[in-house]
């Protein structure tokens, strides 16, 4: 339900500590409508125990932390969202995941639990990066496939997954622009007698350096010319507060695995 009037959203941290939790804590302190209600770390954390904003003290108990909450806003690991989403499940709390590196049966798992809570996942909460992705898809759909798909993406090298989830999306709209699958059109590693690019394949190289928040690139290449569509992160606080965007528009919706597109109006949203 929505907080009544004056009163603001109660929102948990998950990953409290970390380069996202540290900007979605900032957004909440910037906030007039949300403050900070938790804040989860992993077990064996050198800040369990520390007392944030609010008086909040950090814990590795999800229960503990989600205990005054009315939303949770993870940006962690896989298996620390889906251990701390089975708890806000058990909670009916609903869910922000902007985790990546979401495999398979992790994936399965939180469309599962998305039957008993409201999720919106996604891969990038930034709203320009959201116009990106339905550019890709447009320049992909007019071109056609005489253009070959390239996609690079830069992040910090402390980033765990490659590619990064963005670049996955990028892919699958121009994927979709042409009506194929990604995973027939997906190639990853490119070495050694390759011979020459498979027609219609859609490529991603993944760079690793530094502290760059996330750059993503897509050349769509012609015969003597080409198109790029960039985008390049000089910061992370748009992405925590997409994220705070989506815990609000959270409230008061059924159980379901929701988009950032339904979350920006780019999309229909059930219920």
């Known amino acids: 339900?929505?907080?009544?009037?004056?009163?603001?959203?109660?929102?948990?941290?998950?990953?409290?500590?970390?380069?996202?939790?540290?900007?979605?804590?900032?957004?909440?302190a910037a906030a007039d409508d949300a403050v900070l209600a938790g804040a989860l770390e992993s077990t064996g954390h050198p800040g369990i125990g520390r007392v944030l904003?609010?008086?909040?003290?950090?814990?590795?108990?999800?229960?503990?932390?989600?205990?005054?909450?009315?939303?949770?806003?993870?940006?962690?690991?896989?298996?620390?969202?889906?251990?701390?989403?089975?708890?806000?499940?058990d909670l009916g709390i609903p869910y922000v995941c902007g985790t990546t590196g979401l495999r398979g049966g992790e994936r399965a798992e939180l469309e599962r639990?998305?039957?008993?809570?409201?999720?919106?996942?996604?891969?990038?909460?930034?709203v320009a990066?959201?116009?990106?992705?339905?550019?890709?898809?447009?320049?992909?759909?007019?071109?056609?496939?005489?253009?070959?798909?390239?996609?690079?993406?830069?992040?910090?090298?402390?980033?765990?997954?490659?590619p990064s989830g963005t670049a996955l999306w990028l892919a699958s709209a121009v994927a979709g622009a042409r009506g194929v699958e990604l995973d027939d059109a997906l190639v990853l590693t490119r070495e050694g007698d390759t011979g020459p690019r498979r027609p219609g394949s859609?490529?991603?190289?993944?760079?690793r350096g530094g502290d760059?928040?996330?750059?993503?690139?897509?050349?769509?290449?012609?015969?003597?010319?080409?198109?790029?569509?960039?985008?390049?992160?000089a910061t992370r606080d748009h992405f925590a507060a997409g994220a705070l965007r989506a815990a609000r528009w959270l409230q008061g919706r059924a159980a379901g695995?929701?988009?950032?597109?339904?979350?920006?109006?780019?999309?229909?949203?059930?219920g």
Do not use: W
């Open 53 to 89: 904003e609010d008086g909040v003290t950090v814990t590795d108990d999800a229960k503990g932390a989600f205990a005054r909450a009315q939303v949770a806003i993870d940006f962690s690991t896989p298996a620390a969202t889906l251990a701390a989403m089975r708890t806000a499940a």
């Open 113 to 126: 639990l998305a039957g008993r809570i409201a999720v919106v996942a996604a891969a990038n909460f930034s």
């Open 202 to 207: 859609i490529s991603v190289l993944s760079l």
């Open 1 to 28: 339900m929505n907080p009544p009037a004056g009163q603001r959203l109660e929102v948990a941290c998950v990953g409290a500590l970390g380069r996202m939790g540290e900007c979605v804590r900032a957004a909440l």
């Open 129 to 162: 990066v959201n116009v990106l992705v339905h550019l890709a898809g447009e320049a992909a759909r007019l071109l056609g496939s005489g253009f070959d798909a390239e996609i690079v993406e830069l992040h910090h090298a402390a980033k765990l997954d490659a």
């Open 212 to 233: 760059n928040p996330g750059e993503h690139s897509l050349l769509l290449v012609g015969r003597g010319e080409r198109i790029e569509l960039v985008h390049r992160a």
């Open 257 to 270: 695995l929701y988009s950032i597109e339904q979350v920006l109006g780019l999309a229909s949203s059930p």
